[in-house]
Nanobody, 127 residues
Framework: QLQVVESGGGLVQPGGSLSLSCAVS????????MGWFRQAPGKEREGVVC????????YYGDSVKGRFTISRDDAKATVYLHMSSLNPEDTAVYYC????????????????????WGPGTQVTVSS
């Protein structure tokens, strides 16, 4: 069974940068995409980015385009989320997820379609 664990969250000042890691164990070729979501207090879970593992296609949420970047290190079975120009609106619990379908532009952000989730890591942007 796939296991997903996030790390790297913490407190960062506005305008700062932070990188999150998602360690994956039990990954098989059945899994075709990895993604990051986030959930702020009192809000619904929001899709941040989806990465198709077969061809590298990525889709980003509008609120993070140009500021966040997803990358992967297959040797370490780890996916990263590099965040820059952070602002208080980025404060949330960030979740890593895996799915057996590749990323589709009009559906990747629906959390109900994702198969496996990590427990999340808190990111707080505050001065």
């Amino acid at each position: 069974q796939l296991q997903v664990v996030e790390s790297g969250g913490g407190l960062v000042q506005p305008g700062g940068s932070l990188s999150l890691s998602c360690a994956v164990s039990g990954f098989t070729p059945d899994y075709l995409s990895m993604g990051w979501f986030r959930q702020a207090p009192g809000k619904e879970r929001e899709g941040v980015v989806c990465l198709s593992t077969n061809d590298g296609t990525t889709y980003y949420g509008d609120s993070v385009k140009g500021r966040f970047t997803i990358s992967r290190d297959d040797a370490k079975a780890t996916v990263y989320l590099h965040m820059s120009s952070l602002n208080p609106e980025d404060t949330a619990v960030y979740y890593c997820a895996a799915d057996r379908e590749e990323c589709y532009p009009n559906s990747w952000y629906y959390e109900g379609l994702w198969d496996d989730w990590g427990p999340g890591t808190q990111v707080t942007v505050s001065s």
